[in-house]
């Protein structure tokens, strides 16, 4: 059982930039996939930023911009937002799962509560 705290969600200005963490409690040893997916209304859910099985992930979207991390002696995940747009807007949500390789989408089985981040122009 993996538990998901997310931080440092909030409201910025267009240009601003803000840092996501997320602090991951449990049994963490086996979950070698982390990162950030994304809800905005109406809207799917979007994967944003993600590491693992030596891979990283990043939408389109938001290359150039995010940075995802991780240490993984504190287990946790963050991500550097800069430059953010109002397209940005969405709650995010940290997520954790296990791959033998590649992480694909549905390997993520642990997720937080989310954060709301709402950028405005």
């Known amino acids: 059982q993996v538990q998901l705290v997310e931080s440092g969600g909030g409201s910025v200005q267009a240009g601003g930039s803000l840092r996501l963490s997320c602090a991951a409690s449990g049994d963490t040893y086996s979950n070698n996939c982390m990162g950030w997916f994304r809800k905005a209304p109406g809207k799917e859910r979007e994967r944003v930023a993600t590491?693992?099985?030596?891979?990283?992930y990043y939408a389109d979207s938001v290359k150039g911009r995010f940075t995802v991390s991780r240490d993984n002696a504190k287990n946790t995940v963050n991500l550097q937002m800069n430059s953010l747009k109002p397209e940005d807007t969405a709650i995010y949500y940290c997520?954790?799962?296990?791959?033998?390789?590649?992480?694909?989408?549905?390997?993520?089985?642990?997720w937080g509560q989310g954060t709301q981040v709402t950028v405005s122009s």
């Open positions: 997520a954790a799962g296990r791959s033998g390789g590649y992480c694909y989408e549905d390997d993520y089985k642990y």
């Open positions: 590491t693992g099985g030596g891979w990283t």
